[in-house]
């Protein structure tokens, strides 16, 4: 079975075969990315992204970055639906209970209902992909600073979820 | 502790997949059965697909390795085309030198949500392609009639 740099090569040449391939491997990684970051509207935000990724495929230059290039084009993509969306919170951090209140959410869902979608890109990129703060930073168009701030703020108020 | 994960329905996959292919049409519609039904007759390609698009006379399965498939297909006006598949459970795509094919279909409630995808692979459909997605809209809806009536068929 061919590799992802082969697929999207046959894919930048209008190879359907190879994009519904392509397709299948970048669905669940594009899943994992919008849906902590889009939350009801994950699939909305993975059906975009995942557009977006496509049509743009013919101008990646470089095939062996798909995931890495994917991965920007679904965050911001999540980022940008959920805040489209009237259901997204807002909330100031300030307002979210502190580590240790019994109201604190018990599920990683209930703590990212509480966040901003920026906040929650911010997590995403740190804890599941294991970004650096530069890194998510450039990719999330905001500096490096801001992205420190956001994390720090977000994970002393729910290290003990965070660090399990 | 998991993170949420989006899911996306192989209805969902196939309308990136049009939106990936330059003047690709994509028509979809619930049917009032169940997926299997569905999916058994769609699925049967010899059999079923020149019912369900007028322009096919003869479907002939030459190649079968599980999900891979190629297949010899004529057409009413004398056209011969070789065509690679992949066929799962949900999902076909088919892919000859000038055209490609899809299906896809979910359950949704007791019915089955089914899309059909009709492109051009020649260089002409990029700057056509808002006008063969609009075109591709009553053929859609023909084929879904036609899928309806062989699933209401297969019944009886």
């Known amino acids: 079975m061919p590799g992802p740099e082969e697929l999207v090569r046959a894919a930048q040449r209008g190879d359907a075969l190879a994009m519904q391939e392509l397709l299948g491997l970048l669905t669940p990684y594009v899943g994992r990315l919008c849906g902590p970051i889009a939350l009801d509207d994950g699939p909305d935000a993975a059906q975009e992204a995942l557009i977006a990724i496509f049509r743009n495929l013919p101008r990646l230059a470089e095939p062996a970055a798909i995931y890495g290039w994917a991965r920007a084009i679904a965050v911001r993509e999540a980022v940008r639906v959920a805040k489209r969306s009237r259901r997204a919170v807002l909330a100031d951090l300030a307002e979210v209970p502190a580590a240790g209140n019994p109201e604190l959410a018990v599920d990683i869902r209930d703590v990212l209902d509480r966040l901003s979608p920026e906040h929650r890109a911010v997590l995403v990129l740190r804890d599941i992909e294991g970004l650096d703060e530069q890194t998510a930073g450039e990719l999330l168009r905001v500096p490096a600073g801001t992205v420190k701030s956001r994390l720090s703020r977000a994970r002393k108020s729910f290290r003990k979820e965070w660090d399990r | ?156």
Not at chain 2, 71 to 96: E, Y
Not at chain 2, 98 to 116: D, H, K
């Open chain 2, 1 to 156: 502790m998991s993170w949420p994960v989006a899911e996306l329905d192989a209805v969902a996959r196939m309308r990136v997949l049009a939106a990936a292919l330059p003047g690709a049409f994509v028509a979809e519609a619930v049917l009032d059965a169940p997926f299997d039904r569905v999916w058994a007759v769609a699925a049967d390609l010899e059999n079923e697909l020149p019912r369900l698009l007028r322009t096919i006379r003869s479907v002939r399965i030459v190649r079968d390795d599980g999900e891979d498939l190629a297949a010899d297909i004529t057409g009413h006006f004398g056209l011969r085309d070789s065509f690679d598949i992949v066929l799962r459970p949900g999902w076909c795509v088919m892919q000859s030198g000038r055209v490609v094919g899809g299906m896809a279909a979910v359950a949704e409630g007791s019915g089955t949500r089914f899309a059909f995808l009709g492109a051009f692979r020649v260089p002409v459909t990029r700057p056509l392609g808002p006008v063969l997605r609009l075109a591709g809209r009553p053929l859609g809806r023909g084929m879904h009639a036609r899928l309806r009536d062989r699933v209401t068929e297969g019944e009886g």
